[in-house]
């Protein structure tokens, strides 16, 4: 399984310069092999807002991106439930102060490590984390 982090779904659904190779990779992985928390839905639209906000789209674009994404969650996505153990090992992973995680993502971590899942990131400090934690990568550019 291949947990996909906002940063990819992000940079996927609002069309930035990495998206075709993000595209391309997930499109060697089979059905049902990818999955997102539903936390990432919250990270989602706060993505879209911020870029909205931003400039860098208007509010065309953030409806276009969101609506897109909600049908890849529908038709190809496993979507996890955050449970409350999840909570307290992401608050676990905040423990390590030199991996300088946020806290959403450390609940990505948690999540991921879980699902015992491969993490699928364009964040290099949640990489870096991932590793020093033994979650294992997924390329995705």
């Known amino acids: 399984m291949i947990y996909l982090d906002t940063s990819v779904l992000g940079a996927l659904f609002f069309r930035e310069p990495t998206a075709s190779a993000i595209l391309a990779r997930l499109e060697t992985v089979d059905d049902g092999d990818l999955c997102i928390s539903a936390w990432t839905l919250t990270e989602m639209a ?36 955050v449970e409350p153990g999840d909570f307290r090992t992401a608050a676990a992973l905040l423990d390590a102060p030199a991996l300088a995680l946020r806290a959403g993502d450390a609940l990505h971590l948690a999540i991921a490590r879980r699902l015992r ?7 290099d400090r949640q ?11 997924f390329p995705v550019s």
């Open 46 to 81: 706060s993505v879209g807002a911020i870029k909205e906000r931003t400039g860098s789209i208007d509010a065309a674009g953030r409806a276009a991106g969101l609506t897109a994404f909600n049908r890849f969650v529908s038709d190809s996505l496993t979507l996890a439930e």
């Open 117 to 123: 899942a491969s993490l699928a990131t364009l964040d």
């Open 127 to 137: 990489a870096i984390a991932a590793a020093h934690y033994s979650i294992p990568a």
